[in-house]
């Protein structure tokens, strides 16, 4: 995949310990290989791009001063990791990173023991390391923790209450701010620079101590004069660096500095990581640095399909558009319509497809960060006021979320959309992005209306049903990846909520399947009938409510009833088919199919769908053996 010829030291890293040896000119030169093989190697298979080049000089300079894997690194935001990945013993399989069986595209602890914690979402870096600093003071060890923190991480507020929590503890701990969103202006670059060498120093250090001992000697004037160098110090920092807010937490606050500049880190590093007390190091860095196409774009190659070496231009594949695009061209056909309806996004507006709205209508557009609780309490302080906000976040990453959906929407029956992309089985990103649990954790809550678009046309309508239901919380899951290609009408239908759809009758089983299940279930019945089992397919549409008099029917004319969904059966759209016939006391037999109760790997959509008995072949073998098996309703786990 790559010429090894073109790499002098690249190659001869197989641990960090091997860039111990190097210094200098050759540090540079080997973080230039390490963008270089990851251009190489991604531009061929896809993944996570421009984060990781914006961190090689950070890896580097890290594990040059300090003694991984003993010394503990915790990586927020995982996708920043690839060069990480590349220099402990994970190069080779670089080619293999989001594939089935290959490398994750995230931190996983049982990767590796570099991977110190385990992280596919953002903000929990400091917590983590912080956590583990104490247990090292517990366990009476001296390991250094380190959390380096970036990409927008700080705007979650998770990360502020770790450094709180650090600042009253006290413990030894260092955090790195990756800051790559180009927020400092580029005239205070140099003056910050000279300010943290000088702070630095062991020279400025050491007087500064002998001041500090001299003064305490001198009775209440050395006391005056420790305030008086202390608010000379703190005034420095305050105007010339944006350190204020750090101190202020307990961190003593080293930066900005030149995160590119591999010897300038490996000098700072190697006098900070003695120091006490939690460390804060201001590193500025770019998002795709040393590429081209992608520097200077914080949105562009972020995460990539194949693309292109020379241009950074992703290859096209022909086919129907997005789920995430049809939704985004919908919410603004809406908006456009009415004077009510806003968008919220938590930084994600190109991964929901509110960038369509950020560009036609950035009026009704909000970008809260990465921040889901805010984006939720946001979203039902408007909703107060008559405003109709479409809360867009990944369905994983709504999880956070959970409790301000229950406490402050549900629970004040405020009208709040939530639409969650990513919902099922999401491909190369993984576990931590799988959307296997937003029908279980959603339908507990009370109040909550449930949708699923069985295809891209239905989750128009669905969008705009929602929209206009006013009695509480409406939350739409759809998949990641490309529509089916139904044709699209202009204009909106508005679906009665809780009603289901007919797709096939047949008069030996009933097959009730919500969102992406109606297509795979329509493929099964078309193989069972050719195997002499007729087989009656509903489009449930809704999870919650349920379409009670479709049960009924159903309950009435089916001895076997089969549910499907792109979920964890563990209470899930099945589970609550299951409540309502036990409520009832029927006595069919009920077969669940869906995700089991475990984690999923990464792999492909279609592979994960085959390997779990899914897809419309696993489907056909699970229901011939539960028709064959009369009477014993058997959930077939993969």
């Not at 023991?113 to 979402?121: C, I, L, P, Q």
């Not at 950074?312 to 919908?330: L, M, R, V």
């Amino acid at each position: 995949m790559v010429d090894k010829e073109n790499y002098k030291y690249l190659f001869e890293i197989d641990s960090p310990a091997d860039i111990k040896k190097l210094h200098g000119q050759q540090l540079k030169d080997l973080c230039e290989e390490i963008r270089q093989y990851m251009v190489d190697v991604i531009s061929q298979i896809g993944g996570h791009f421009g984060g990781g080049l914006g961190t090689v000089e950070l890896t580097v300079a890290l594990n040059k001063v300090f003694n991984t894997p003993k010394d503990l690194i915790v990586w927020d935001t995982g996708h920043q990791a690839y060069p990480h990945k590349i220099i402990t013993g994970r190069r080779d399989r670089l080619p293999t990173i989001r594939r089935l069986g290959g490398l994750s595209g995230f931190l996983k602890r049982n990767e590796s023991e570099y991977d110190a914690f385990g992280a596919g979402h953002a903000s929990t870096s400091i917590s983590a390391a912080l956590g583990m600093a104490v247990a090292r003071d517990a366990n009476k060890t001296d390991q250094k923790v380190i959390a380096v923190i970036g990409d927008g991480a700080m705007t979650g507020g998770m990360a502020y209450e770790a450094m709180n929590n650090s600042g009253i503890i006290k413990t030894n701990v260092t955090v790195v701010l990756n800051d790559n969103q180009m927020s400092i202006a580029p005239n205070v670059w140099q003056i910050s620079n000279y300010f943290t060498e000088m702070i630095s120093h062991p020279e400025y250090n050491k007087f500064k101590g002998a001041i500090w001992d001299l003064t305490g000697k001198l009775d209440s004037f050395g006391d005056r004069l420790r305030k008086v160098a202390a608010r000379l110090e703190s005034g420095i920092k305050a105007v010339i660096t944006p350190g204020m807010l750090f101190e202020a937490l307990g961190f003593r606050y080293f930066g900005p500095v030149n995160g590119h500049n591999v010897n300038q880190l490996v000098k700072l590093f190697e006098y900070i990581k003695d120091l006490n007390g939690p460390i804060l190091v201001h590193a500025l860095t770019e998002k795709g640095k040393g590429y081209k196409p992608a520097e200077g774009d914080v949105q562009k190659l972020h995460a990539s399909t194949p693309f292109d070496k020379l241009t950074g231009k992703a290859h096209k594949k022909a086919g129907p558009p997005a789920y995430t695009k049809i939704f985004g061209e919908a919410l603004v056909e809406i908006i456009k319509n009415t004077d009510d309806v806003v968008g919220v996004t938590a930084a994600m507006p190109d991964g929901t497809g509110l960038n369509i709205l950020q560009n036609e209508v950035p009026e009704k557009y909000f970008d809260v960060g990465i921040a889901e609780e805010h984006a939720v309490t946001f979203a039902a302080g408007m909703a107060t006021q008559g405003i109709v906000p479409v809360v867009a976040i990944y369905s994983t990453f709504l999880q956070r979320g959970f409790d301000q959906i229950v406490h402050d929407v549900a629970l004040q029956k405020l009208h709040v959309v939530f639409v969650l992309d990513r919902a099922g089985l999401v491909g190369a990103d993984g576990p931590t992005h799988h959307g296997t649990l937003d029908l279980t954790y959603l339908r507990m809550i009370p109040g909550m209306v449930i949708m699923a678009p069985k295809d891209e046309a239905e989750l128009r309508n669905m969008l705009y049903t929602a929209v206009n239901y006013k009695d509480g919380p409406v939350a739409i899951r759809y998949p990641r990846g490309s529509a089916l290609g139904v044709e699209l009408k202009e204009g909106f239908d508005l679906l009665e909520i809780g009603k289901s759809e007919v797709i096939r009758d047949g008069e030996d089983v009933a097959l009730l399947a919500v969102g992406s299940m109606v297509e795979y279930s329509k493929a099964a019945a078309e193989i069972l009938y050719s195997k002499g089992i007729d087989c009656k397919v509903i489009n449930m549409r809704y999870a919650k409510p349920l379409d009670t008099e479709v049960l009924e029917d159903v309950a009435a004319k089916y001895e076997k009833i089969i549910t499907l969904e792109e979920n964890t059966l563990v209470g899930g759209f099945g589970t609550g088919v299951l409540e309502y016939f036990s409520d009832k006391k029927y006595k069919n037999d009920i077969l669940r199919i869906g995700i089991p109760d475990a984690f999923v790997d990464h792999g492909t959509q279609t592979e994960l769908h085959r390997m779990l008995g899914i897809d419309p072949e696993g489907i056909v073998e699970k229901v011939e053996i539960f028709i064959r098996d009369k009477g014993i309703a058997q959930e077939v786990h993969a």
